[in-house]
């Protein structure tokens, strides 16, 4: 069964210095993988996706994921961590083809303080 | 981008009593929905999955006759929660999507309070 992993329930970081998410992965087949983040009490908002092609994924507000087939990871990376970045993070991975379900990892809080 | 709704975005209820929650997609159409649920600073749980006119697919676990899942059209599904207790009392996220697409656009959240 497809599944992610984020070994870390909290990140701490200083406004401005980079900040790495991390995830794993474990697939039978091609991995279909994303980030999200959520804010308290609002819904998921999209950062990225790895469908296929380049291991470097460009997302929205920044950030970045590298995909690692060797490692089975896909951590997610910004260079300078705001404080407004300071949220839930989950990693996902595409239960099978597309219009399948996501699932989703346990989560990350990141936490950016100025 | 596509963009998905969900009504109402807070509900209070007392116990016994049955909630209704929308999930719409506003500019495309959804052949498929799925409602998950998160408990507090929890991960999200898949509950279902709907495809157009067919019957839901529960996950193992999942109450279905507690859980009305129907999504009757291609841009609106709706899960009931029957006779709702306190420890239904949780966030409800609905997303959408189908075999056209590489992604899934998620609605706001629905928080249900049971009381």
């Known amino acids: 069964a497809q599944s992610v992993a984020q070994p870390e329930d909290q990140v701490n970081v200083a406004e401005g210095n980079p900040l790495t998410v991390k995830c794993t992965y474990s697939?039978?087949?091609?991995?279909?993988l994303f980030w999200y983040v959520q804010y308290p009490n609002r819904g998921l908002q999209f950062l990225l996706k790895y469908i296929t092609g380049d291991n470097l994924v460009k997302g929205s507000y920044g950030f970045e994921a590298e995909f690692n087939k060797s490692q089975t990871s896909f951590h997610l990376k910004k260079p300078s961590a705001l404080v407004s970045d300071s949220a839930l993070y989950f990693c996902a991975v595409r239960r099978g083809q597309a219009g399948t379900a996501l699932i989703f990892g346990k989560g990350t809080t990141l936490s950016v303080s100025s | 981008g596509a963009v998905v709704s969900q009504h109402p975005s807070w509900v209070i209820c007392k116990s016994g009593t049955s909630v209704k929650i929308e999930c719409r997609s506003l500019?495309?159409?959804?052949?498929?929905m799925f409602w998950y649920r998160q408990f507090p600073k929890q991960s999200l749980m898949l509950m279902a999955t709907?495809?157009?006119?067919?019957?839901?697919?529960?996950e193992q676990g999942v109450e279905k006759d507690k859980f009305l899942i129907n999504h009757a059209s291609l841009t609106l599904s709706t899960l009931t929660v029957t006779s709702a207790h306190p420890e239904d009392s949780s966030f409800y996220i609905c997303?959408?999507?189908?075999?056209?697409?590489?992604?899934?656009?998620f609605g706001p959240g629905t928080r249900l309070t049971v009381l």
């Open positions: 709907s495809n157009e006119g067919s019957k839901a697919t529960y």
């Open positions: 500019d495309f159409q959804a052949t498929t």
């Open positions: 997303s959408a999507g189908g075999s056209s697409y590489n992604e899934q656009f």
């Open positions: 697939v039978s087949g091609n991995p279909y």
